[in-house]
């Protein structure tokens, strides 16, 4: 049977890629993904047929991912992080949805063995690098709107806001959208002091990691790009400091037993 792995490769760090996905990507001949991301994966790469597609190809991607898989060809359908969270999984799944409905002609995507594989994604990366700021109920929020209208999006900071969970935001900025982040930090700035610890995370656990520890009201959509997780704490939210060592924790509760 034709086979294709839908996999999250994690955040960048290959000792980050989860076993399961390893083994897949060696039993694969074709590896589907954004360029940047094979070149992540360095030395597991040898020997494969690479299929590069760019950015905003996503639709092209995974219906090549069916195709090449639906010929014969153990193939993987690769994102970075958790392939389910903001990625590519729930394309595969649209389309042979669409095929079911009659609106697609590849009824051969039907036949293919799909194997979801999750990674590390980038909001677990980031809180473990600064201590344990997912320690209480979160959420994540992507503030692109190519996709979802901004009014479900603001919807979305102000009931963020009003359940206080700490959030991670995911697209935070790009050259065509700069002030989306500065908006939801007014948003939040409503239900939470300016003092609530934020940790700025770019390029997560690849060689040009940078950790920023500021706070809700210092945060600016000018020091953030598509290559960087944004995490706000929530109201709770803690930062310490221990001579060179700060810590970000979120509490979750168990001061009531200490």
């Known amino acids: 049977m034709s086979k294709l792995f839908v996999m999250g490769m994690g955040p960048g760090d290959l000792g980050l890629v989860a076993p399961n996905a390893t083994k897949a990507l060696a039993a694969c001949t074709d590896w589907v993904a954004y360029g940047y991301y094979l070149e992540l994966l360095g030395e597991l790469s040898e020997g494969k047929t690479f299929h590069d597609l760019p950015l905003g190809e996503e639709i092209g991607r995974a219906r090549l991912a069916l195709s090449l898989a639906a010929e014969g060809k153990t193939t993987a359908l690769i994102s970075s992080g958790d392939i389910g969270i903001y990625a590519m999984a729930t394309l595969v799944f649209e389309l042979l949805d669409l095929q079911l409905q009659g609106k697609e002609n590849h009824p ?79 948003v939040l700035l409503q239900y939470r002091p300016a003092s609530t ?12 990691e940078e950790i920023t520890f500021i706070t809700l009201g210092e945060l600016d959509a000018k020091d953030v790009d598509m290559f960087t997780m944004v995490s706000v704490g929530n109201s709770d939210t803690k930062h310490i400091v221990n001579g060179e060592k700060e810590w970000i924790y979120t509490p979750r509760g168990y001061s009531k037993k200490l």
């Open 108 to 186: 051969e995507w039907l036949d293919v063995d799909i194997e979801v594989i999750p990674g590390i994604s980038a909001m677990q990366a980031g809180a473990s690098r600064v201590g344990a700021m997912l320690g209480h109920d979160f959420c994540t929020i992507s503030l692109s709107d190519l996709l979802t209208p901004w009014e479900t999006i603001d919807k979305r900071l102000h009931a963020c806001g009003a359940g206080d969970f700490v959030v991670s935001f995911y697209n935070p900025v790009s050259k065509k959208r700069d002030w989306q982040l500065n908006h939801a930090r007014d």
């Open 197 to 208: 610890p934020v940790m700025i995370g770019r390029q997560l656990t690849r060689p040009e």
